[in-house]
Structures are given as C-alpha cells and as structure tokens.
C-alpha cells in the first residue's frame, strides 16, 4: 500500500465509525423514546382516582363524591371521579387509543386489567400517615399511601399479569403516571395550621418518596413515566378562602391568586424537576417525563376567556356562599350545595377540583403542549391516535399557546 493512500483509508475508516455510531444511537434512542403504550399503571390521590376511594369506602357512610352532581358532564352520574366528568388520566387514555383507567380497589373479579389499571386513591399522601401524625399532622382520610399503593401493585402482580416474565413486560411496555401525589401531604398540613416554614420541610420528604417508587418500579421494568408536579394552589378555592385578607398585595393582579402560596407550588415543583433530572442520568435507558400541572394550569387563570372560561375564574361551580362560592364543612355533592348551569365556563369543580374542562385543557398542554419536559415523542403512535380531539381543537389550543 502507498503510503500516499494512508490517510484517505483513515478518513474512510472514521467516517465508517462515525455512521456506524450515528445509526446506532439513533436505534437506540427511536427506542427509548418512541413507544406504543399496551396500558397504563397509575399511583396518586384524588386528582387521578377513578374510583378506588368510592371502593374503599363503607356502602353506608359513602364520600361525598359518590353523589349527584359529580359526573354529571361526560358519565352522567358519580363514578367515584373528584369532578363533573373525566381527569387528565382519562384524556390520557383516549389519547393512547386505551379503555379509561379502572379503579383497583374495591374492583368487581371481573374487571379487566391487562390495558390499565389505577391505584389512586382520594386523599393519599406520599408520606406515611404515621410519618405525618408523629409532626402533628392529623387527617380523616384514608390511610393508603404512595407505599401502600405500591405495595398493592407488587402483591397484585401474579392476577395482573401472570408470570414474573409477563410481568415484566407488561410494566415495561406500560406509561407509568407517578401522581400527581403529595399535595395531601401539603393540605393536610396547611389544614391543621402547620407554618410555611414547617411546609417547606416536607417538600424534600415528598419528593424522595416519589424518587423511591420511581427506582423501585425501574428495578422491576419500568421504562416510561409521567410525574406531575403540584397545581397553582395560590389560585385553589379552598386555599384563597383559608387564607382571604383584606391586603391586596397579597395577590397576583392578573389572577387574584395569592402569591405566596404560588410561590410554594413553584418551589415543590423545582425540587422534584431536579430529583427527575438526577434519575434521568441515573437511568439513560429510562423515560422521565415532569408533567408541569403547575403551568398548565396557572396559564388557564392567566387567560381564562382565551379557553373558553369565565374572566376572573376563582368560583367553584359546585358551592355555596362567600367571595369563591364555597363554605368550609358545605360540601358538593350534598343537599345544601348546588353546581353552575354551565361548568364548561368553570375552571374550578369544587373547592380544591377541576372541571372536566379545565383537565382537558391541562391534558392537552402536557401531551400536545409545552408542559411536559421534556417533551415526549409521540411520533410512533397511529395517526388516529395522534388525531386526538378535532382538529380545530389542536389549532386552537396551539393558538391559544402563542
């Protein structure tokens, strides 16, 4: 060989590594990032609860929530649902081409679980409720938390799936939505007169409890999931009737939100984007995706008229009396209180829930807007799923992000 001919071979050969090394990776992350979805497995609290409180709970002292008006929009009659019809986990499964997401607890034998199934439960904490009780935290509600859900998948894993192979396949090809949870843990707190320094302590709790059941779900398959963060609880019904004050600059202007319990919102929010991003490098092959409620939803009070909702929407549909239409111990779903003629102009349900409309909107901006980060890849999915909604929908809400 000419010696004159060295270097062209080494170009050749570089070049050879480098195609070879580009091809590679990019069958590697079409992989990792583009999957078609066989079901899905969800953990959190009410936000998410398609009916495992109402399977809990004793047929003779029943929640709130089984009652007319919840459900009344999309089901036409209570479905054990913390709204007048379906949750961003609903707008989910239509969008992955899924049955909605049955409850696990309290389910009939007959269920069929092989395309979703759901352990969100009303009024879950992350932390432990003995965790909480020992700092004076107290609460009426139920005792199952983001460990005991996670408990309750592994044991129900052999009538889920089967074999511990099946199992693993079938937690692998699943999307994975982690909450949204915590936000109890945060209510409760803020309910028993817990200070905002004292509240701040539990945010790094929180998330490492979420983190946990993340890793403890990789170990066993996981590959893809969606971690919402927290809501805007400035602008919840409950919280700015909790806290009303006659000093203005208390609030956000634009919205009439209380800024400072915003801010907290803000703060849970950077913390887990980081514990998410710690994972993400812990487990390249993995997709962790944060869901920024937060935003999604905040943007909603920001500019309500331009989706469709009453200007200044701080009102909850189903309520009764003061400044937001909601009276502490008054609850929807019983015979003192009454919903809106028209809850599709409502952002908020009841004094801590959204509408339907206002989850769709949410829904959206995390599978077709800006709000999950990053964003994910749904290229892969069939055009019909893809097509989710009308497309006068998709150009609007895209409009409406401008």
């Known amino acids: 060989m000419a010696s004159s001919d060295y270097p062209l071979l080494m170009m050749k050969l570089l070049i050879s590594i480098f195609l070879s090394t580009f091809v590679v990776t990019n069958v590697v992350s079409s992989e990792t990032h583009c999957r078609e979805f066989k079901s899905i497995i ?14 809990l709970s004793n047929p003779n002292e029943l929640p709130h929530m089984a009652f007319p008006p919840y459900g009344e929009t999309f089901f036409h009659h209570p479905t054990g649902r913390f709204s007048n019809g379906r949750l ?8 992955l081409g899924l049955p909605l997401v049955p409850p696990f607890y309290g389910s009939d034998q007959n269920v069929n679980f092989e395309k979703g199934v759901n352990f969100a439960v009303g009024g879950a904490t992350a932390l432990e409720r003995s965790f909480l009780e020992e700092r004076g935290i107290h609460f009426p509600y139920t005792n199952v938390s ?6 309750s998948f592994k044991e129900s894993l052999p009538n889920l799936c089967g074999s511990p192979s099946d199992c693993r396949d079938m937690i692998e090809n699943a999307l994975i939505l982690m909450g949204e949870i915590g936000g109890n843990d945060y209510n409760y707190a803020f309910f028993v007169g817990k200070s905002i320094e004292e509240i701040n302590e539990l945010i790094p709790l929180v998330i490492s409890t979420i983190s946990s059941a993340i890793t403890e779900l990789i170990s066993m398959g996981g590959r893809t999931f969606l971690v919402p963060g927290e809501f805007p609880v400035g602008c919840s019904i409950a919280y700015l009737t909790l806290y009303q004050t006659s000093n203005t600059e208390e609030y956000d202007p634009l919205t009439g939100c209380l800024t400072w319990l915003n801010k907290f919102g803000e703060n849970h929010g950077e913390q887990l984007q980081a514990e998410l991003n710690r994972l993400q490098k ?3 092959h993995v997709n962790i995706i944060y869901a920024d409620y937060y ?3 905040l943007r909603v009070y920001q500019e309500p008229a331009k989706f469709g909702f009453m200007n200044r929407p701080l009102s909850a549909c189903c309520g009764v009396g003061g400044p937001y239409n909601y009276t502490p111990g008054r609850k929807c779903g019983t015979d003192v209180v009454e919903s809106c003629n028209d809850p599709s102009k409502y952002v908020a349900w009841d004094s801590v829930h959204m509408t339907e409309a206002a989850y769709r909107v949410m829904a959206e901006g995390i599978l077709k807007g800006p709000y999950a980060i990053p964003p994910f890849n749904w290229s892969c999915l069939s055009s019909e799923i893809k097509d989710y909604g009308s497309s006068s929908d998709t150009e609007l809400f895209n409009e409406q992000l401008m």
């Not at 969800?42 to 399977?55: C, E, H, K, V």
């Not at 961003?88 to 969008?95: L, T, Y």
């Not at 983001?146 to 408990?151: D, E, R, T, W, Y």
């Open 42 to 55: 969800s953990f959190g609290d009410s936000i998410a609860d398609t009916g495992n409180l109402l399977g």
């Open 88 to 95: 961003i986990i609903d707008f989910i499964a239509e969008f």
């Open 295 to 297: 935003n999604a939803l």
């Open 282 to 284: 812990l487990y390249p």
């Open 146 to 151: 983001l460990g005991v859900q996670l408990s």
